[in-house]
């Protein structure tokens, strides 16, 4: 089991960057992959970005490709979230997932462990 924790959300301008940091917990963080997803009012949890074991690979959801980078420390256990050129439209609450699998890894229903979320709101 892993134990997740996610921190640096908050208030930013249109146009600014936010790092999004997400801790776990336990020795088995680099057997997990590790994904962002976002939750806005009314709306759907959506696929972000995800990274895998090794972060030999990372995946991003279009509406963010160019603008965030998914990064992990598998010494720190600790998986990042650098998101530059924020838009009104990323407002919503962050969420770090772990998965075992490496299988339909844009899907939330693929990741097992979860944090409580961090909000981040984007003025305009």
């Known amino acids: 089991q892993v134990q997740l924790v996610e921190s640096g959300g908050g208030l930013v301008q249109a146009g600014g960057s936010l790092r999004l940091s997400c801790a776990a917990s336990g020795r088995t963080f680099s057997s997990y992959g590790m994904g962002w997803f976002r939750q806005a009012p009314k709306k759907e949890r959506e696929f972000v970005a995800t990274?895998?074991?090794?972060?030999?690979?990372?995946h991003y959801a279009d509406s963010v490709k160019g603008r965030f980078t998914i990064t992990r420390d598998n010494a720190k256990n600790t998986v990042y979230l650098q998101m530059n050129s924020l838009k009104p439209e990323d407002t919503a609450v962050y969420y770090c997932?772990?998965?075992?699998?490496?299988?339909?890894?844009?899907?939330?229903?693929?990741?097992?462990?979860w944090g409580q979320g961090t909000q981040v709101t984007v003025s305009s």
């Open positions: 997932a772990a998965r075992s699998g490496s299988l339909y890894i844009d899907s939330k229903e693929s990741y097992a462990y």
């Open positions: 990274i895998s074991r090794a972060s030999g690979s990372t």
